[in-house]
C-alpha cells in the first residue's frame, strides 16, 4: 500500500467493525487519537519502552478510525488542497519561512472551504496521492523551520496535539443546522484532520522515519492481528 487512500481503505475495513462496538461514536474516537498523541510523547521520553515511529502509525490509525465516524470526508482534496502544494500555503514560499507568531489571513481557510465544497459531487473518490511524497513534500516545506524555529520533534508533538483540539473545537461549536451548514462543517473537520496528518508527518521527518515503513510494520496485511490498532 502506498497511496492515502489505501491506507485509509485498508485500516476502515480491517477495523470498522470493532470500532463499531468500541468505538462508536466520535467522541471515544477522538479521545483515542489524544491518548495516541500522548503515547507518542511517552515515547519521546522513554523510547526503550516504544520506538517513536510505531506510536506516529499509531496516531495515523486513529486518525483514520476519526475520519471513518463520516461519510465521504473529503479529506484527500483537503490535504491536497493545503498540504501538497509546491510551497507553504501561509508564506508562499519553498521552503517555509513562517515565524512562529505568523500572521494568517483570515480568508485563506475560506477560500479552501468554498473549493471543497465545490467539488462535493466527488468527496470520498479515489486518489493516488502517494504517503511518500506527502511526507517527502513536507520535508521539503517544513523541515529546516521545524527543525530551527519550531521546537523540533517535540514541538511538532505539540502542534499535533493542538490539531487534535481544534477538531474538538469544531465538535464543540456545531450542533445543529442545515444540510448546506452540514457540509460545511464537514469540510471542516477535513480540513483540521488533514492539519492532523500533515503534523504526523512532519513529526516523523524530525524522527526521522518513514510514516508509510512504520504502518506497514504495525498494520500491513501481514501484520494484522485481532488486538492491534
Not at 478510525?65 to 491536497?80: E, G, Q, S, T
Not at 527543525?147 to 481544534?166: A, I, K, P
Request: hydrophobic share 40%; proline share 3%; net charge neutral.
Amino acid at each position: 500500500m502506498t497511496t492515502i487512500h489505501e491506507w485509509l481503505d485498508h485500516l476502515r475495513s480491517t477495523y470498522r467493525h470493532r470500532n463499531d462496538v468500541f468505538n462508536p461514536n466520535f467522541d471515544r474516537r477522538l479521545l483515542q487519537l489524544a491518548r495516541a498523541v500522548g503515547n507518542v510523547q511517552d515515547a519521546i521520553r522513554r523510547p526503550a519502552n516504544r520506538p517513536v515511529g510505531a506510536a506516529l502509525a499509531s496516531v495515523f490509525g486513529w486518525t483514520a478510525c476519526v475520519i471513518d465516524h463520516f461519510y465521504k470526508l473529503p479529506i484527500l482534496p483537503a490535504i491536497r488542497f493545503k498540504w501538497a502544494g509546491k510551497v507553504c500555503s501561509y508564506c508562499g514560499q519553498l521552503p517555509c519561512v513562517c515565524t512562529v507568531a505568523r500572521s494568517t489571513n483570515s480568508n485563506d481557510e475560506d477560500v479552501l472551504i468554498v473549493k471543497l465544497l465545490n467539488q462535493n459531487s466527488i468527496w470520498g473518490a479515489e486518489d493516488n496521492l502517494s504517503l511518500d511524497d506527502l511526507q517527502s513534500n513536507i520535508h521539503k516545506r517544513y523541515h529546516e523551520v521545524n527543525s530551527r524555529g519550531g521546537g523540533g520533534l517535540m514541538g511538532c508533538v505539540d502542534r499535533l496535539y493542538r490539531e487534535v483540539c481544534e477538531v474538538a473545537q469544531i465538535n464543540l461549536d456545531n450542533h445543529w443546522g442545515s444540510n448546506d451548514e452540514a457540509l460545511k462543517i464537514k469540510a471542516y473537520y477535513a480540513l483540521e484532520l488533514s492539519d492532523v496528518i500533515a503534523w504526523t508527518l512532519a513529526a516523523a521527518d524530525q524522527v526521522p522515519c518513514n510514516l508509510c515503513d512504520e504502518l506497514e510494520n504495525r498494520y500491513g496485511r501481514d501484520k494484522i492481528t485481532a488486538e492491534r490498532i
